[in-house]
């Protein structure tokens, strides 16, 4: 039996294949980093052991469900797991480590793999995600990054890592661009599968070098930033990036296309924000959007809704801007460029960090 002390543990792991076999339900809303499924009970069996045994019978449910699991882990050995030769390590779990991975770990072990079974299975690493995030505080010193929407600040924070800076995309981990057009087609994590994510991207972080994080309020979509990383954002000094509001809207232009595509629920998005706009703004967008023209479409978006928004929400960013970024356009060599000048602010602000203004 193997125990997690830490998430760090994750890292050195002495195993080929960590095998999650919860159902396919349990492990979709989160589950150990590269784990796969290989569930001794779906969705469906795991509901009617569960029901026979709260209605019926603890020792009914118990010989019912070690019928099914042996079943299905006879059907993984056939199948997913044949080409296994005899020094295959699994670490198995379920959500306790008790009778779904005991079950399956000593049939491994029959054939003569080298199974573990992970000791308090999910549930303990969670407790670790848990204690990482939210029980202790943020522990690497942090930098936003902000600016109107449409400044490429997601792009800059990765060409900024190319330039040694430590940087969290915390949009890529929510998959959401963080605006009422942020959607993307692959649909965002559970918010325990987003912690996972963002907890074991602290793991390779540097705690004496700081990390830039694009600036967000508390959620992102559907998302909740832990209130530890939440606190050190409110508490962390602002490089703010500028661009003319025309670089901006054809920037938002390409960089919203597949939403920009689907005019009818580009339509639908914008809808509830009539009775914040006004029908009249609405109704001119719509027009836009018939028309096709998408730049100014954008251009509006920004100058009418964004940037408003931005201005009301930034009032508490301002003592904090330590740094002003002007990029005169958004194409390639200008973000290269606005890039280069970021990593050097971050090198600055981590040192002397005093406000001034590039």
Not at 152 to 163: N, P, Q
Not at 298 to 318: N, V, W
Not at 335 to 355: D, G, K, Y
């Amino acid at each position: 039996m193997l125990k997690l002390t830490s998430l760090a543990d994750l890292v050195t792991l002495d195993a080929d294949t960590i095998i999650d076999v919860r159902s396919p339900a349990e492990y979709a809303e989160d589950h150990l980093p590269g784990a796969i499924n290989l569930p001794v009970l779906d969705n469906e069996e795991r509901a009617r052991v569960g029901t026979i045994y709260k209605q019926q019978s603890p020792f009914l449910a118990r010989k019912i469900g070690a019928a099914l699991v042996f079943r299905n882990a006879a059907h993984h050995v056939e199948t997913r797991l044949a080409t296994h030769d005899g020094g295959w390590r699994p670490l198995v779990y379920c959500w306790r480590g008790g009778q779904r991975s005991g079950a399956f770990t000593w049939m491994l072990k029959e054939i003569g793999w080298r199974a573990q079974v992970l000791s308090g299975g999910y549930k303990s690493y969670r407790r670790l995600v848990v204690r990482t995030l939210y029980d202790a505080p943020w522990p690497v010193p942090v930098i936003q990054l902000a600016g109107y929407t449409g400044t490429a600040k997601t792009e800059l924070l990765a060409r900024v890592a190319h330039h040694g800076v430590q940087m969290l995309d915390l949009e890529g981990l929510a998959r959401h661009r963080g605006s009422i057009l942020g959607d993307l087609a692959e649909p965002q994590p559970s918010q325990k599968a987003f912690e996972t994510a963002l907890a074991m991207e602290l793991q390779g972080l540097d705690p004496a070098r700081p990390v830039l994080v694009e600036a967000e309020s508390s959620t992102i979509g559907d998302i909740t930033l832990p209130p530890s990383l939440w606190a050190a954002m409110k508490d962390a000094p602002v490089i703010q990036v500028k661009a003319p509001l025309e670089a901006r809207a054809r920037y938002l232009s390409e960089v919203y296309a597949d939403v920009l595509a689907d005019r009818a629920r580009l339509k639908e998005k914008l809808h509830p924000l009539r009775r914040h706009r006004g029908h009249a703004l609405i109704d001119g967008w719509n027009d836009l959007i018939d028309a096709g023209e998408m730049v100014t479409l954008c251009r509006s978006l920004a100058a009418d809704h964004y940037d408003p928004a931005y201005e009301k929400s930034s009032g508490p960013l301002t003592p904090r801007v330590a740094r002003t970024i002007s990029v005169p356009a958004l194409d390639d060599p200008a973000l290269e460029a606005a890039a280069a000048r970021i990593a050097a602010a971050v090198q600055e602000i981590s040192s002397t960090p005093a406000r001034s203004v590039i």
